[in-house]
């Protein structure tokens, strides 16, 4: 029952900036990894970014040195700050989060996704 809500999408210019955030909520005990994934039309889901408990980062090559990933911890929440947006950044991203519910049950969690648009 855990759930993940974005928000943040929206419009924005070539060399814009976006900030998305991911709101978890539930019985949850520990949240292990998030991530961010996106998927254009007529593309597949691709991972845009992850990071772990540990504070390990992983980055697409397309983002590197533009996106960066975070987490607050007090807050269960995650954020990815879009910088240098292109118009191949167009698509609609997806909150991702796995951990441990209270009860001890292993739960991989998707959000309902935030369109972001940039225009050229």
């Known amino acids: 029952q855990v759930q993940l809500v974005e928000s943040g999408g929206g419009l924005a210019q070539a060399g814009g900036s976006l900030r998305l955030s991911c709101a978890v909520s539930?019985?949850?005990?520990?949240?292990?990894?998030m991530g961010w994934y996106r998927q254009a039309p007529g593309k597949q889901r691709e991972l845009v970014a992850r990071i772990t408990g540990g504070g390990s980062t992983n980055y697409a090559d397309s983002v590197k040195g533009r996106f960066t990933i975070s987490r607050d911890y007090a807050k269960n929440t995650g954020y990815l700050q879009m910088n240098s947006l292109k118009p191949e950044d167009t698509a609609v991203y997806y909150c991702?989060?796995?951990?441990?519910?209270?009860?001890?049950?292993?739960?991989?969690?998707w959000g309902q996704g935030t369109q972001v648009t940039v225009s050229s």
């Open positions: 991702n989060a796995h951990g441990f519910d209270v009860s001890g049950s292993y739960y991989d969690s």
């Open positions: 539930g019985s949850i005990f520990s949240t292990n990894s």
